[in-house]
């Protein structure tokens, strides 16, 4: 993918955001600056990868455009009709939407494993942050969703859960099973 110029400038924002004492503040603003004009923002955008398979079809495609030790900066393309596993980061997310609408469903952690929370849906040119705590999965409202994951940490270097999508069984996280446990909506 040829990284277009306002992702490439994001990316270079945010890697010096992520070195400031409120990272995060710093994050939200770059990001919902980012979203505010979500037709120009999808205009700039290159074609949906669509090529990540899973046995319910087609997920979309994830693109990491930046990873260090301070951030993880990842383009998410996220198809209708597929509702993805709840999983944890370990570490801050901020969401900015940039077309459609996503999902978001939460969990809160109980004595007993994980139990649903109130979700909501994440509209373009809306951003969402998600606490270290944060366990989540995303979906699409009703057509393709298209946004810009930023997390504050090295998001392929934390040893992170998913929970099976029926029994909510919290198990090591793994590409494999993410797509296995990826469910028709």
């Known amino acids: 993918m040829k990284t277009p110029q306002v992702l490439t400038d994001f990316v270079a924002a945010c890697r010096l955001a992520a070195k400031e004492p409120d990272a995060r503040s710093a994050i939200v603003e770059l990001m919902r600056s980012l979203v505010m004009d979500t037709d120009s923002l999808s205009a700039a955008m290159p074609a949906m990868d669509t090529h990540d398979s899973s046995p319910v079809g087609t997920l979309g495609g994830d693109v990491t455009l930046f990873e260090d030790d ?41 004595a007993d494993g994980i139990a649903p929370a109130a979700g909501r849906d994440l ?53 494999a099973l993410y797509n296995d446990y990826c469910r028709a909506a």
């Open 70 to 110: 301070s951030v993880t900066i990842v383009l998410v393309d996220t198809l209708p009709h597929v509702l993805q596993p709840p999983h944890d980061h370990l570490m801050t997310a901020i969401i900015g939407m940039f077309e459609g609408c996503e999902q978001q469903r939460f969990w809160s952690r109980t």
């Open 123 to 175: 509209l373009a040119g809306e951003v969402l942050v998600i606490g270290t705590d944060g366990i989540h999965a995303i979906g699409t409202c009703d057509d393709i969703a298209r946004g810009i994951h930023v997390y504050l940490g090295s998001l392929s270097n934390v040893a992170r859960s998913i929970f099976h999508p029926e029994t909510l069984e919290e198990q090591p996280l793994s590409m």
